[in-house]
Every structure is written in C-alpha cells, then in structure tokens.
C-alpha cells in the first residue's frame, strides 16, 4: 500500500464499478449515479465544498499511466465536475456544479491523496470487507440505533446536508 497525490485528471472513473456493472466509458460511468442518486450526489458535492476535503482517500490501482478508482468513485465524480461542470451529464447539473465551484474556498485541488494499490487481487479484498456486510467480523460493522445515538449526543452532529 502506498498514500500519493495522484492529480484528478490522472483518476478515471471506474467504468466496471460494481455499483452499475461495465458500462461503455468514463462518461457512462459519471453519469450513472446521478441517474439513480442524483441527490445525494448533490448533497455529496455540496458537502465537499462545505468542508474542501474529501475525508476519505480513493482506493485506486494503475491502468498505464491513469489510475482507476477501485473505490471512491462517487467522491472523485462530483471532484471532476467540480473542476470541470461542462462533463456533468446534463445542462441543470452544469449549471449546478459550476456555481457550486465558486464557492470552494482557496485553490482547488489538482492533487488528491489515494491509496494505490497495485495487486488487484487485494484491491478486492479491501471492497469484500468495506461494502459487502459484516462478513461475520471480518468485514465493516454498521453502528445500530443506540450507537448512532450516542455519537449525535457526543458530538451534536445530526442529519447533515439536506
């Protein structure tokens, strides 16, 4: 494993993500989320930019001299069209991530930090345990009622984004 800033035109949107199956391209592969999550893309977007950062680095792996994003591809969709609004799919999401753009605050980030995994045997791996349950232990736990309970009381953070 290695951390590197990878510049996001060097980040390809992973066009054989697992949250749609292969599609034909890069293109496809932006547009699709907003077909079946426009608004929580949105919301995604928006909080980028509240917060200029993306909290989490990409999980990536060498395609030649791009990298494609194993996970992290919605992140790295709203970053890209955040820096450049005319490759959303459609007029109205232009419109909206180009005045959403005016509002990042200091120099937009060229660079992002990933993960850079080169073994794609591992790279399936890391996805098994981050999206596929809790695997019996091995894999991610989601935080029931009271859990959720106790961290909004302890730190007052609610609903988010709306």
């Known amino acids: 494993m290695a951390i590197r800033k990878i510049a996001l035109s060097a980040l390809l949107v992973n066009r054989a993500n697992d949250r749609h199956g292969e599609l034909e391209n890069e293109t496809a592969a932006i547009a699709q989320p907003f077909a079946s999550q426009e608004q ?8 980028l930019v509240a917060k200029g950062e993306i909290f989490e680095p990409p999980l990536v792996f060498p395609d030649g001299d791009k990298f494609i994003v194993a996970d992290g ?16 799919p459609t007029v109205e999401l232009q419109q909206f991530f180009a005045e959403l753009r005016k509002q990042w605050r200091g120099k937009f980030p060229d660079k992002i930090e990933c993960r850079v995994e080169t073994d794609r045997d591992r790279v ?6 981050r999206h596929t349950g809790v695997q019996g232990g091995i894999g991610q736990s989601n935080w029931n009622d009271r859990m959720k309970n106790n ?10 984004l709306m």
């Open 40 to 47: 929580h893309m949105r919301n995604l977007a928006k909080d």
């Open 73 to 88: 591809n919605r992140r790295t969709t709203c970053l890209k069209l955040l820096s450049a609004p005319r490759r959303a």
């Open 151 to 160: 961290f909004v009381i302890r730190t007052g953070k609610g609903n988010g």
């Open 124 to 129: 399936d791996d890391i996805l098994f345990r």
